[in-house]
């Protein structure tokens, strides 16, 4: 079998000259290589450009706002509400830069993001990269629990109840992932610590980051994806369902729980794939909501603590730490839908 | 009276009779409206009236919903709240679809290098999501009514615009377009009298989806205090003044965010019936 | 497993049928399918029986909603959801399939019967290699082992006629040709070995080339003792496989026999009809359907006189290209030439047929021929003047000249658009303005066999055929000189196919109209047209009168084009 493979000519048979047979080159032929390559190059290119745009996005939020950016720090530092003298803010403007031109500005600005540095905390004088370090790990395991329960529950739903000749078991299915994603977090949140924390007392009401407190948060954000996701998958599953393909697979003999695990299933993830990289994304801003409800520390309190003092650079950085995340995981996921659909590779 | 009313409904019954599916959420849409059109219809009383004999009350038949801290009907000011949240949805899918609009039309129509570069705007913005890019506002802006509805707005408005570049370029590709352009039509004619129309076509549905989520956003902004001031009865509101509470007060939470489940849950059914009606009568 | 059969037969012969080597392999009593819907249950087969012997293929013809794909699907328990299906005699190989398990039916499945469909491209899963596929059956009927299962598969493949297949089974159905394709999707249905292979239209979607070189391997499968069923609305490709034919219609066999007699001397009207509908060199000049002339004299007349007044002077060709060539850049950046220096040259009142396989460039042609494309070289001309090289401006007012019907009308009209409006909008276009659009659209409507009441219809609400008709009236309403024919029948029925080309006929016959006929069809090109050009690659392979060019092809790519081609030849015809 092996010795055959590095034929490049395939030897076709006469019947086959006149047949428009454009044969596929060999699979690893350097052709190919190269147009994954490109691909490649193509993507990190457009990613880095994408993180360049909403650098930009990020740096014109924070330049453009109203009011007096050294006035507002000094105000904030001080707990104050007050007009400032020149002599108090020159040396603030010195130290930050506020007097430079725009373009110099900018180019500081990307200049820190390439080394790691999202700009200085108004309020606590620290780097925002520490703010958000120190933060991070709590509110990663919030997301990254909340996509992976997410995917369970959706996936679960959609292979049980999908495309089954009873009418109530689709409708039973379809029904609670639509109500699933329109359920928003701060009300699911709330039901979920009254009725299993405060009255069956099953989890503590504020647990920290223990894994016992972890797990009402994990589910609230789960919840909502979980429905959305569903419903992606649902409509692929039932359209795969009727493809021809899964009709030669069950006129070969295969039943019905192989047909949907075997075939269906891997062509119906496809566009939960596409979407999970945008739900990484809404994960981490839905965290806000919900660590403010389970008063779990993370970045979403550190955000919403920063929101509320006006504490700009804090919440720029967020953001653009976010939008990083954002990028990457699109590139991953890219690379996830890549392996299950080789048809993206050539 | 109710004779008028039956007969045409009689007639139509045969060609379409109505799913419960589309009943229920139609009903519930209608009480919405009633509700932020006359408000006092529903709850007579008034919904700043304090009494504080009678605080933190439980759902009981004389308070439907309980009461708050200051013996303020929930039922009264969920009712008259509604105007102020429907409001901010509707003014923030407005802002949403403008924006969007402008976006998609231009890329879809405005040749390569406009798409280009709206593409890549697109793309850009898609990197912020929605909650962290009105935060962003918030925190420059400082919270207010109008923050809220421009920070949905603008939250919420790349989705829309990816929509409508998609769709406009899905339609310009249809063979109806080449056989208008075939049969000699000016190309500002074919796109004025086929591609808009047919583009929009399935937004009308995408919308009503898009208010339901607008009201749902700009309440989670609220409930983060960065909304509207809590005397105010609007939901959001009502969910931040609630939240002090929740341990003992479970319906200060509980029941305004009913009111936006409700509100999201059945708008989004009607949208997507009307989806599917477009859908299964077009193609 | 060949013995089966007939110690089964032998001990319950069948009243009829001589029991013994040639004994039916598959008996069909009184077949009915049913379907239940929302409480309402419309039946689709109504009573049919057929029986079929090792070693023989019987053909199963019939045109959309015949029910013939649900009488194939039945013969794999795949009828579908809500079916109900009863029969006096549903046996293979002696067994009673009608009271099968849903468990003893998929052993029967893969092992026993062999399904094909059509279009190897969405009938193989896409995400999982050719050799996970065709080892499928194998693992699911757990015949041998992993190692022995990966050799079967390569041998089945290497008998299916794939080269290397040791390579194919590692690649994807998409990284194969769609001879390879359909060939890999065949050997999934031999793989077990299986006396019986049903195959549901297993060559629609395929060139005619490739059509030729699956319908030989069916043949070779059928001469190695394999009972071969054959699918098809294409008598044509019937008349080259099949040992016997039953004709279906609205879930009735209306006609069934020996291929020979079905074929050449149909008994039954409606097989008359079929027959008669295949267009081919012997069709040409007479009419394909039985539907009278429906063209009112009068218009035509009018319509004539309008056009005539246009045709100043006949010699100079009313469109003519000259070295067209127009290149593509794929995705990875290379650019290919699509179309390659055609040339060509289109009469007033006559016919050029395009013809060509998939990838041939005839298409591309056919919009650059409209000027949607500009060519990279060459020139296309309208009645001796510019075409290709004006301006969009400059070629506006001219564009009702060059009028266009597409292969799939529903996507050419705007959906909210009722014929009626489809047609204003036309008519709008005409060199004259019409005094009433409305009287105007009605009589187009007639001009193409449509009724008045069709003005106030959406396209979605009317037939295949009807929304060509509509189409074609389209296209005439303001009065062009040449119309653009872009695989204009290949979606429809062969007996709906039959009269939208006799209406093509009488309308050129009337109106004086050029058609630049593209298609894949050598019979309907044949029948339809006075010169013809062969493209194959993005090249004119060959070019001259019709019968010169398909009676006596020079080129070789054109002669074995032509040999491909299955047709209904009658010895004795006319």
């Given at each position: 079998m092996?010795a055959?493979?590095?034929?490049?000519?395939?030897v076709a048979p006469?019947?086959?000259a006149?047949?428009?047979?454009?044969?596929?080159?060999?699979?690893?032929?350097?052709a190919r290589?190269l147009?994954?390559l490109?691909?490649?190059?193509?993507?990190?290119v457009?990613a880095v450009?994408?993180?360049?745009?909403?650098?930009t996005v990020v740096?014109?939020a924070?330049?453009?706002?109203?009011?007096?950016?050294?006035?507002?720090?000094?105000?904030?530092r001080?707990?104050?509400a007050?007009?400032r003298t020149?002599?108090?803010?020159a040396?603030?403007?010195?130290?930050?830069g506020?007097?430079d031109?725009?373009?110099?500005q900018?180019a500081t600005?990307?200049?820190g993001l390439?080394?790691?540095d999202?700009?200085?905390s108004?309020?606590r004088h620290a780097?925002?990269?520490?703010?958000i370090?120190?933060?991070?790990?709590p509110t990663a395991?919030?997301?990254?629990?909340?996509l992976?329960?997410?995917?369970?529950?959706?996936?679960?739903?959609?292979?049980?109840?999908?495309?089954?000749?009873s009418?109530?078991?689709?409708?039973a299915?379809?029904?609670?992932e639509a109500?699933a994603?329109?359920?928003?977090?701060y009300?699911?949140?709330?039901?979920?610590?009254v009725?299993?924390?405060?009255?069956?007392q099953?989890?503590?009401v504020?647990?920290?980051?223990?894994?016992a407190a972890?797990?009402l948060?994990v589910?609230t954000?789960?919840?909502?994806?979980?429905g959305?996701?569903g419903?992606a998958?649902?409509?692929?599953?039932d359209r795969?369902l009727?493809?021809?393909?899964v009709?030669?697979?069950?006129?070969?003999?295969m039943g019905d729980t192989?047909?949907?695990l075997r075939?269906?299933?891997?062509h119906?993830v496809?566009?939960?794939i596409?979407?999970s990289?945008w739900a990484?994304?809404?994960?981490?801003?839905?965290?806000?909501i919900v660590?403010?409800?389970?008063s779990?520390?993370?970045?979403?309190?550190?955000?919403v603590a920063?929101?509320?003092?006006?504490?700009?650079p804090v919440?720029?950085?967020?953001v653009m730490?976010?939008?990083?995340?954002?990028?990457?995981a699109?590139?991953?996921?890219d690379l996830?839908y890549?392996?299950v659909?080789?048809?993206?590779?050539? | 009276?109710?004779t008028q009313t039956?007969a045409?409904?009689?007639r139509?019954?045969?060609r379409?009779?109505?799913?419960?599916?589309?009943?229920?959420?139609a009903?519930?849409v209608?009480?919405f409206?009633?509700?932020?059109?006359?408000?006092?219809?529903?709850?007579?009383?008034?919904?700043?009236?304090?009494?504080?004999?009678?605080?933190f009350?439980p759902p009981?038949?004389?308070?439907?919903?309980?009461?708050?801290?200051s013996?303020?009907d929930l039922?009264?000011?969920?009712?008259?709240g509604?105007?102020?949240s429907?409001l901010?949805g509707?003014?923030a899918?407005?802002?949403a679809l403008?924006?969007?609009?402008?976006?998609?039309?231009?890329a879809?129509?405005?040749?390569?290098?406009v798409?280009?570069v709206v593409?890549?705007l697109?793309?850009?913005?898609?990197?912020?999501?929605?909650m962290?890019?009105?935060l962003?506002l918030v925190?420059?802006?400082?919270?207010?009514?109008s923050?809220?509805v421009?920070?949905?707005?603008?939250g919420?408005?790349?989705?829309?615009?990816?929509m409508?570049?998609?769709q406009?370029?899905?339609?310009r590709?249809?063979?109806?377009v080449?056989?208008?352009?075939?049969l000699?039509h000016r190309r500002?004619?074919?796109?004025?009298?086929?591609?808009?129309?047919?583009?929009?076509?399935?937004l009308?549905?995408?919308?009503?989806?898009g208010?339901?989520?607008?009201?749902?956003w700009?309440?989670?902004?609220a409930?983060l205090?960065?909304?509207?001031a809590?005397?105010?009865?609007?939901?959001?509101?009502?969910?931040?003044?609630?939240?002090?509470?929740?341990?003992f007060?479970w319906?200060?939470?509980?029941?305004?965010g009913?009111?936006?489940?409700?509100?999201a849950v059945?708008?989004?059914?009607?949208g997507?019936?009307?989806q599917?009606?477009l859908?299964?009568?077009?193609r | 497993?060949?013995a089966t059969?007939?110690?089964?037969?032998a001990?319950?012969?069948?009243?009829?049928?001589?029991a013994g080597?040639g004994?039916?392999?598959?008996?069909?009593?009184?077949?009915?399918?049913?379907f239940?819907?929302?409480?309402?249950t419309?039946?689709?087969v109504h009573?049919?029986?057929?029986?079929?012997?090792?070693?023989r293929c019987?053909?199963?013809?019939?045109e959309?909603?015949?029910?013939?794909?649900?009488?194939a699907?039945?013969?794999?328990?795949?009828?579908g959801a809500?079916?109900?299906v009863t029969a006096?005699?549903?046996e293979?190989?002696?067994?009673?399939?009608t009271a099968?398990?849903?468990?003893?039916?998929r052993?029967?499945r893969g092992?026993?019967?062999?399904?094909v469909?059509?279009?190897?491209l969405?009938?193989?899963?896409?995400?999982r290699?050719v050799?996970?596929e065709?080892?499928e059956?194998?693992?699911?009927h757990?015949?041998?082992?992993?190692?022995?299962?990966?050799?079967?598969?390569?041998k089945?493949l290497?008998?299916?006629?794939v080269p290397e297949?040791?390579?194919r089974?590692r690649?994807r159905p998409?990284?194969l040709s769609?001879?390879?394709?359909q060939r890999?999707?065949i050997?999934?249905?031999?793989?077990?070995?299986?006396?019986?292979?049903?195959?549901?239209?297993?060559?629609?979607a395929?060139?005619?080339t490739?059509?030729a070189?699956?319908l030989?391997?069916?043949?070779?499968?059928?001469?190695?003792g394999k009972?071969v069923?054959l699918?098809?609305?294409?008598?044509?490709v019937v008349a080259?496989l099949?040992d016997?034919v039953?004709?279906?219609?609205?879930?009735v066999i209306?006609?069934?026999?020996?291929?020979?007699?079905?074929l050449?001397r149909?008994r039954?009207?409606?097989?008359?009809?079929l027959?008669?509908?295949?267009?081919?060199?012997?069709?040409?000049?007479t009419?394909?359907?039985?539907?009278?002339v429906?063209?009112?004299?009068?218009h035509g007349?009018?319509?004539?006189?309008?056009a005539?007044?246009?045709?100043?002077d006949?010699?100079?060709p009313v469109l003519?290209?000259r070295g067209?060539?127009?290149?593509?850049?794929g995705?990875?950046?290379v650019?290919?030439t699509?179309?390659?220096?055609?040339s060509?040259?289109l009469?007033?009142?006559?016919t050029?047929g395009?013809?060509?396989?998939?990838?041939s460039?005839?298409?591309t042609?056919?919009?650059?021929?409209?000027?949607?494309?500009?060519?990279?070289?060459?020139e296309?001309?309208?009645d001796?003047?510019?075409?290709?090289?004006?301006?969009s401006?400059?070629r506006?007012?001219?564009?009702r000249?060059?009028?266009?019907?597409?292969?799939d009308?529903?996507?050419?009209?705007?959906?909210r658009?009722?014929?009626g409006r489809?047609l204003a909008?036309a008519?709008?276009?005409?060199?004259a303005?019409?005094?009433?659009?409305?009287?105007?659209?009605v009589?187009?409507?007639?001009?193409?066999?449509?009724?008045?009441e069709?003005l106030d219809r959406?396209?979605?609400r009317l037939?295949?055929?009807?929304?060509?008709?509509?189409?074609?009236?389209?296209?005439?309403?303001?009065?062009p000189?040449?119309?653009?024919?872009d695989e204009?029948?290949?979606?429809?029925?062969?007996?709906v196919?039959?009269q939208?080309?006799d209406?093509?006929?009488?309308l050129q016959?009337?109106l004086?109209?050029?058609?630049?006929f593209?298609s894949?069809?050598?019979?309907v090109?044949?029948?339809?047209?006075h010169?013809v050009l062969?493209m194959?690659?993005g090249r004119v392979?060959?070019?001259?009168?019709a019968?010169?060019?398909?009676?006596?092809?020079?080129h070789?790519?054109?002669?074995?084009?032509?040999?491909?081609v299955p047709?209904l030849?009658?010895p004795g015809?006319?």
């Open positions: 092996s055959t493979a590095p034929t490049t000519t395939p006469p019947t086959e006149l047949a428009v047979d454009a044969s596929p080159a060999n699979p690893w032929g350097r290589l147009v994954a490109r691909r490649v190059v193509g993507r990190v457009a450009l994408v993180l360049l745009g909403a650098a740096f014109l924070q330049t453009l706002l109203p009011g007096d950016r050294a006035t507002l720090l000094l105000n904030l001080s707990g104050e007050v007009e020149a002599a108090e803010l040396p603030i403007n010195e130290q930050y506020f007097d031109p725009l373009a110099v900018y600005y990307v200049g390439l080394r790691g999202l700009g200085v108004y309020q780097p925002v990269a520490e703010v370090g120190g933060q991070l790990w395991q919030l997301a990254l629990g909340a992976a329960a997410a995917w369970v529950l959706a996936l679960v739903s959609v292979v049980v109840t999908a495309g089954r000749r009418r109530a078991v689709t409708a299915g379809s029904g609670a109500l994603a329109s359920v928003p977090h009300w699911l949140g709330v039901i979920l610590l009725v299993l924390a405060v009255n069956l099953w989890f503590p504020m647990g920290g980051t223990s894994p972890t797990v948060p589910l954000l789960a919840v909502p994806l979980a959305f996701l419903q998958t649902r409509d692929e599953f795969v009727e493809q021809p393909f009709t030669s697979a069950r006129a070969r003999g192989g047909v949907r075939h269906v299933l891997r119906a496809l566009p939960a596409t979407l990289g990484l994304g809404a994960l981490l801003s839905g965290a806000v660590e403010s409800v389970f779990r520390p993370g970045l979403g309190q550190v955000l920063a929101v509320d003092a006006r504490d700009v919440v720029a950085g967020v730490f976010v939008a990083a995340v954002y990028v990457v699109n590139v991953l996921v996830a890549t392996l659909d080789p048809r993206r590779r050539s | 009276m109710t039956h045409p409904a009689a139509r019954a045969p379409l009779v109505p799913s419960l599916g589309v009943v229920v959420p009903t519930l209608g009480a409206v009633l509700a932020a059109v006359a408000p006092s219809v529903l709850a007579p009383g008034d919904p700043t009236a304090i009494d504080l004999e009678a605080a009350l009981s038949t004389e308070h439907l919903l309980g009461t708050d801290q013996g303020r039922w009264t000011r969920v009712v008259h509604t105007r102020h429907l901010i509707l003014g899918t407005g802002v403008a924006i969007a609009a402008v976006l998609g039309f231009a879809g129509l405005g040749g390569r290098l798409d280009r593409g890549s697109i793309e850009v913005s898609f990197a912020f999501p929605t962290l890019l009105a962003l925190a420059v802006r400082g919270p207010s009514p923050t809220l421009l920070a949905v707005g603008i919420s408005a790349p989705g829309y615009a990816r409508i570049r998609g406009v370029l899905a339609v590709q249809e063979a109806y080449e056989a208008a352009l075939a000699g500002r004619d074919v796109v004025v009298r086929h591609v808009l129309p047919n583009a929009m076509r399935p009308v549905a995408v919308v009503t989806l208010i339901s989520q607008s009201v749902v700009a309440s989670g902004l409930f205090g960065m909304g509207v809590p005397p105010s009865p609007e939901w959001g509101a009502l969910l931040e003044a609630g939240r002090t509470y929740v341990t007060a319906w200060l939470e509980v029941m305004p009913l009111a936006i489940v409700l509100l059945s708008v989004t059914a009607l997507r019936a009307a599917r009606r859908e299964g009568t077009d | 497993m060949t059969p007939s110690t089964a037969l001990a319950r012969p069948a009243p009829g049928a001589d080597p004994a039916p392999l598959l008996r069909v009593e009184n077949l009915r399918v049913g239940t819907r929302g409480g309402r419309t039946d689709v009573g049919i029986s057929f029986a079929l012997e090792a070693g019987l053909a199963v013809v019939g959309s909603g015949s029910g013939k794909s649900v009488t699907r039945t013969l794999v328990g795949l009828t809500g079916a109900s006096d005699r549903l293979l190989a002696g067994r009673d399939l099968l398990r849903p468990r003893q039916w052993a029967v092992a026993e019967v062999g399904f469909l059509q279009d190897a969405v009938s193989l899963d896409q995400l290699t050799g996970n065709v080892g059956p194998l693992r699911l757990r015949w041998g082992d992993r190692h022995r299962r990966a050799r079967r598969v390569l089945v290497a008998e299916v006629g297949p040791g390579l089974a690649q998409y990284e769609g001879g390879l394709r890999a999707l050997a999934t249905a031999l793989a077990l070995d299986p006396a019986l292979v049903v195959a549901d239209e297993p060559t629609t395929l060139d005619v490739v059509q070189q699956v030989d391997l069916l043949a070779q499968t059928k001469e190695r009972a069923l699918i098809s609305h294409d008598l044509a080259r099949a016997e039953c004709v279906m219609r609205d879930g209306v006609e069934a026999g020996p291929a020979e007699q079905v050449h149909p039954h009207p409606y097989t008359r009809t027959v008669d509908a295949v267009p081919s060199e012997h069709t040409r000049g009419r394909l359907s039985s539907v009278p429906t063209l009112a004299s009068h007349v009018t319509a004539r006189e309008r005539g007044s246009a045709a100043a006949a010699t100079v003519e290209a067209l060539t127009k290149r593509f850049r995705p990875d950046k650019d290919r699509v179309v390659d220096g055609v060509f040259s009469g007033r009142g006559r050029l395009i013809v060509g396989e998939s990838g460039g005839k298409t042609t056919a919009r650059m021929a409209l000027a949607m494309l500009t060519p990279d070289a060459g296309v001309l309208l001796g003047g510019p075409w290709s090289s004006l301006t401006q400059g506006r007012p001219l564009r000249r060059v009028g266009v019907v597409y292969q009308p529903l996507s050419s009209f705007d959906p658009w009722s014929v489809v909008d008519i709008g276009r005409a060199p303005r019409v005094p009433d659009p409305r009287a105007r659209a009589e187009l409507l007639e001009l193409v066999g449509l009724g008045p069709h959406r396209p979605l037939s295949g055929g009807q929304r060509q008709r509509v189409a074609i009236a389209r296209a005439l309403a303001p009065e000189d040449v119309v653009v024919l204009p029948v290949s979606a429809l029925d062969v007996s196919q039959a939208v080309l209406l093509l006929g009488d016959q009337a004086g109209v050029a058609y630049l593209i894949h069809d050598l019979g090109i044949r029948h339809m047209s010169d062969v194959h690659g392979v060959e070019h001259g009168p019968d010169d060019v398909l009676a006596d092809p020079q070789e790519y054109t002669r074995g084009l032509l040999a491909a047709r030849t009658t015809g006319p």
